[in-house]
Structures are given as structure tokens and as C-alpha cells.
């Protein structure tokens, strides 16, 4: 049981402490974003020869490496698309009239070099891993990508509980494209796909016989289980963004605190 609870340890840590991070980033004085930014593209770049040579290696520790691996390129992803350096040719407000269609159009504007260079990320993770032994990068970043992208939907299909405190001021326009609703036509399928997708990783988990399969496999389902987690947080008035309350922007930690207690 050791090897599901350091898997369980490092899985929660990450999608904690990672999450935040970025969220902290973001709204540090934008001045300081370029170098900010900076830095992280150098850490980016750097991850992805640390990908390169972990891939050959199915131990334990180049598992847990792996793992976090995928977490740094996906924070780096996140930084630069909230930060705006790698957004969208749409930069503009949802308007009132536009149906479903018009805000996927429109949404889809607001992401699209985002969307790209997440398409050669993952393009590059599997020529990488591919045929390797270690391919936990590959599988974890995956599973961010399936699971955001279930998220967009929702979000453009409309949610309940939306923390649009966290977003920065310069992408103030996307709360238009996110209506609140208890409940939209997406949801209980995204809920269904999340649940099995992180039923199959850990039965895989379950079933391996190497230490670092399943330590591998049991991280990356953690983090399915995470994202499904994170569906359910979008439907219900969980006051969730108080765990990220050392990250909350300038000016809304009592908002956030306030939010918390009214649920």
C-alpha cells in the first residue's frame, strides 16, 4: 500500500501547489510577466530534455520525475495563455445574441494559438516517448488536455459556480462567454467519461506487476480523478477556490473568504 499512497501524496501535491503557483504568477504586477514568463519558457524547454532522457528510465524515481514533468509544461501552457502571450486572434466580449455555436466559434477564437501550441506539445511528448518505457509524461499530460477540454465545453455550455475573480483583468472578456446554469446537457457525460477514465487507469494500476507501472499509472489516474473532481466543483457552490487562498489575487482573498462562508 505504500507505492498507492505516495502516488496519492505527490498526485494531490502537485495538482494543489501547481495549480496555485500559476494562479499566484498570473497576477503578480503584469511588469513583471515577461521575465516571469521568461524564466518558465527556459524551464519549459529544459523539461523537455528531462522528458527525453526519463523516457528510458522505468524506475520509481523517473516515474515520480515524469509525473511532475508534465505538470511543469502544463503550468507553462496555463501561465502563457493567462498571462496572454499565447491567447487567441479574438480578444473581444461574447455578444448577448450569439447561441451555443456562436460562443464555441467565438471561444475557440480566444484560444486558438493556445489550442496550436498545446497540439505540438503533445505532438512532441509522443514522438519523445513513443516505444519508451516511461511514457508517464505523455500519459499525464494527456489526460490535463481530455480533461480541460471537457471543461471548456462545460464552461461555454454554462456552469454554476465560476471563480471569474481569478481571472486577470486583460481577459476580463471571457466571463462573457461562460453562462451560469445548475446544469447543462454536457455535464453527466463529462461526469460519466472522468469516472470511467479514472476507473480504467487505476485498474491498470491494480493489475501491473512493476513498482513504477504502478506508481505511474496510479498517479496519472489521481489526476483523472482530480480533473473529474474539478467538473464537479463547476456544478456545485463548493466555495473549492478557498484552497487556493495564498494565491488569490490582489484585493480577493476576503472576497473569496466571503464566497467560502456564504455556501
Partial sequence: MTEYALALLVALTGWWFST?????????????????????????????????????????????????????LWGWLEMGYLMGFVTGPHQQPCPDSAGVLGRLVRGLGTTLWHEL???????????????????ITLWAFSVLWLMRWSAKLNLVLGVRNYNREWLPAHLSYLDSYIPRRSLNVLFPLSLTMGSV????LL???????????VVGFTL????????????????????????????????????????????
Fill in 20 to 72: 496555485g503557483l500559476v494562479l499566484w504568477l498570473v497576477h503578480r504586477p503584469d511588469r513583471h510577466h515577461r521575465f516571469i514568463f521568461a524564466i518558465a519558457t527556459l524551464i519549459m524547454v529544459c523539461s523537455f530534455f528531462a522528458v527525453a532522457h526519463v523516457s528510458d528510465q522505468p524506475s520509481l524515481g523517473s516515474t515520480v520525475v515524469a509525473f511532475c514533468l508534465a505538470l511543469l
Fill in 117 to 135: 501550441v498545446l497540439l505540438a506539445m503533445v505532438s512532441l511528448l509522443y514522438a519523445i516517448s513513443v516505444g519508451k518505457p516511461n511514457q
Fill in 197 to 200: 477514465l479514472t476507473y480504467l
Fill in 203 to 213: 485498474h491498470t494500476a491494480y493489475l501491473a506487476t512493476d513498482l513504477s507501472a
Fill in 220 to 263: 496519472v489516474g489521481m489526476l483523472a480523478a482530480l480533473g473529474t473532481l474539478e467538473h464537479v466543483f463547476l456544478m456545485l457552490p463548493l466555495g473549492d477556490s478557498v484552497l487556493w487562498l495564498w494565491a488569490a489575487p490582489m484585493g480577493q482573498k476576503d472576497k473569496v473568504v466571503v464566497d467560502f462562508e456564504g455556501t
